[in-house]
């Protein structure tokens, strides 16, 4: 019994998800090495790794990857840091503390497209947008964020909605945290700075590996908060290797070249997850 | 003499203050429903509410269909992945070997491929199998792409359960069956329950199978907002109401169940 049933039990999720991940691989790997235009019918004929040239060398592929890291790092660092600000903020107990946890966690709970278009619209809008009224408030020049700032604003965007997911697990990481200790250090004379260098900081660095994981694997495939608000323009200002892929192959209706460049995107996947393997695997045990 | 601790206003204050300005832009979409277009584009705070955008998206867009739709896909998907998931992490929990972690990792690395990789393909299988715009296809994708995480999850929750309430429990002979359901449910229906709402969270929300694999038929509500993505004179009201129609369910659920939710969403990393 040891033996057979801690496999049988594991094997509908092992065999289902191994299934999602082979069939579309392999079947990617197949449309990578033909020539599969929607619009153009006809045979497939094999075309090596032309479709891989193709990809590599679109002026769009360059810029894409750095924007697909660029949004990755500042949206991780930015909620990371006003993550734990805010969850230092708001540990200890003061009136109406329930009420602003539930406002706090709120765009979590919002859909993306949801989300951007809110945002798009009503609050970057540099006519009517209330960022704009803001800015001619204080007499500035109302900003045209989508098409100035189209990767930063997606960046804002995306940090609103993963702001409330880092800070409330650094507000349950920071209730376990040892009290006594701290009141040990305070007595000692370590200042407040000291305090959160060594004794607080290292505290967190679980909960720390696990929202940069966390969010590592939803932000490398960010779709929808483009898709609906920048399309990934003004030209390729605020394209992810995501939405790349998605202009081949549904834009373009080149599969052959859309499979070429979705390879390079599992294999950017996997550099990443050794990564995160080598960085925050160790913390799971 | 002990220092004081710092004086809670400021703190107050503080805290008041920036959980307001993060929930603003949530507000103004709420308010925004509520407003004539006119008003809508015009800003006020202040202003007659009135009912008008919801009955033009009803009538428009049919939300009842959407909504039903996103029920029944995320609460679907949440069950079918509980059920694949928990014995998964059963057997890893308790069942460790050398090569758990690994099977672990390797199961949260499928979920950091970019779905649009598989675009394609799923597309494509979906048309063969005339499984396009149909509920069941999504159902199978939302259940797939959440199962890595409700592995994890699970696995963190059932970990936590000390080694000799199990072994108590073996020596008096109970059955894998009673041992799950006795012991190491009880214990960890905390765990299950932010699992399954995390999930339910995700599926409710998740846009780009929706955007992709549906139409008018299976389309979900995160699918229904992006029709009113491109502007078409004043629709900023008609947006807010078709938004806050969309969002209102999950928040509204989110803020019953966010203690309950916090709990599992921290992945075994607090201990």
Redesign the interface.
């Known amino acids: 019994m040891?033996r057979f049933?801690?496999?049988a039990?594991?094997a509908?999720?092992?065999v289902?998800?191994f299934a999602?991940?082979i069939?579309?691989?392999v079947?990617?790997i197949y449309?990578s090495l033909i020539h599969y235009n929607l619009n153009q019918p006809g045979e497939h004929g094999f075309v090596g790794l032309e479709n891989f040239r193709y990809f590599i060398t679109d002026p769009d592929f360059w810029p894409s990857v750095l924007q697909t890291l660029e949004l990755l790092g500042w949206v991780i660092v930015i909620t990371v840091v006003m993550g734990v600000g805010?969850a230092l903020?708001?540990n200890?107990p003061?009136?109406?503390?329930g009420?602003?946890?539930?406002?706090?966690?709120?765009?979590?709970?919002?859909?993306?497209?949801?989300n951007a278009?809110?945002?798009k619209?009503?609050?970057m809008n540099p006519i009517?947008g209330?960022l704009g009224?803001v800015w001619t408030f204080f007499g500035a020049t109302p900003v045209d964020w989508m098409t100035d700032w189209p990767l930063l604003s997606v960046i804002i965007i995306l940090a609103?909605q993963w702001?409330?997911?880092a800070c409330?697990?650094f507000?349950?990481?920071l209730?376990?945290l040892d009290r006594e200790q701290m009141e040990a250090a305070?007595m000692d004379g370590a200042t407040k700075l000291h305090q959160f260098w060594y004794l607080t900081l290292p505290h967190l660095g679980?909960?720390i590996?696990?929202v940069v994981?966390?969010e590592?694997?939803f932000l490398?495939?960010v779709?929808?908060e483009i898709?609906?608000t920048t399309s990934g323009g003004p030209g390729n200002a605020s394209t992810n290797?995501?939405?790349l892929?998605?202009k081949q192959?549904?834009m373009s209706f080149d599969?052959g070249v859309?499979?070429a460049g979705?390879?390079f995107?599992?294999v950017l996947?996997?550099i990443?997850?050794v990564f995160?393997?080598r960085m925050v695997?160790k913390?799971?045990? | 003499m002990k220092k004081k601790a710092p004086f809670p206003l400021v703190r107050t204050i503080a805290s008041w203050f920036i959980a307001l300005l993060l929930f603003f832009p949530l507000f103004w979409l709420g308010i925004t429903a509520f407003k004539t277009e006119g008003q809508a584009i015009a800003g006020h705070l202040f202003f007659s509410p009135t009912l008008a955008s919801f009955v033009e998206v009803q009538a428009r867009s049919d939300y009842l269909h959407y909504a039903f739709n996103s029920l029944i896909t995320s609460v679907v998907s949440t069950v079918l992945g509980l059920l694949i998931a928990a014995p998964a992490a059963y057997s890893m929990a308790f069942f460790r070997t050398k090569k758990t972690r690994d099977i672990l990792m390797w199961m949260l690395s499928t979920k950091m491929m970019p779905a649009v990789g598989a675009l394609v393909p799923i597309y494509v299988m979906a048309q063969t199998t005339g499984m396009l715009d149909s509920l069941p296809a999504l159902i199978i994708v939302f259940t797939l792409s959440n199962l890595p995480i409700m592995v994890w999850m699970l696995y963190s929750a059932f970990k936590e359960v000390p080694n000799d309430i199990l072994e108590a429990v073996r020596l008096d002979g109970a059955t894998v069956w009673d041992e799950f359901r006795h012991a190491i449910l009880p214990l960890t229906m905390g765990g299950i329950a932010s699992t399954g709402l995390l999930c339910l969270v995700l599926a409710w929300n998740e846009a780009f199978w929706s955007l992709n694999l549906t139409s008018a038929n299976a389309g979900t509500l995160a699918a229904l907002i992006a029709q009113y993505s491109s502007p078409e004179g004043l629709f900023w009201a008609k947006l807010s109401a078709a938004s806050l129609l969309a969002i209102a369910p999950i928040i509204v659920f989110g803020w019953f169940s966010q203690k309950q939710l916090v709990q599992g969403l921290t992945f075994g990393a607090v201990k």
């Open positions: 040891s049933l801690p496999r039990l594991m509908p999720a092992v289902t998800l999602w991940m069939v579309p691989l079947m990617t449309f805010l903020l708001i200890e003061f009136p109406g503390q009420i602003v946890r539930v406002l706090l966690i709120s765009p979590f709970f919002v859909m993306p497209t949801v278009l809110l945002w619209h009503m609050m009517y209330v009224r609103w702001l409330p997911f409330l697990i507000i349950t990481s209730q376990s305070r679980r909960s590996a696990v994981m966390i590592m694997i490398m495939s779709f929808a898709f609906t290797l995501a939405f892929i998605y192959a549904l599969v859309a499979s979705a390879l995107a599992v996947a996997n990443a997850a995160l393997i695997g913390n799971l045990d």
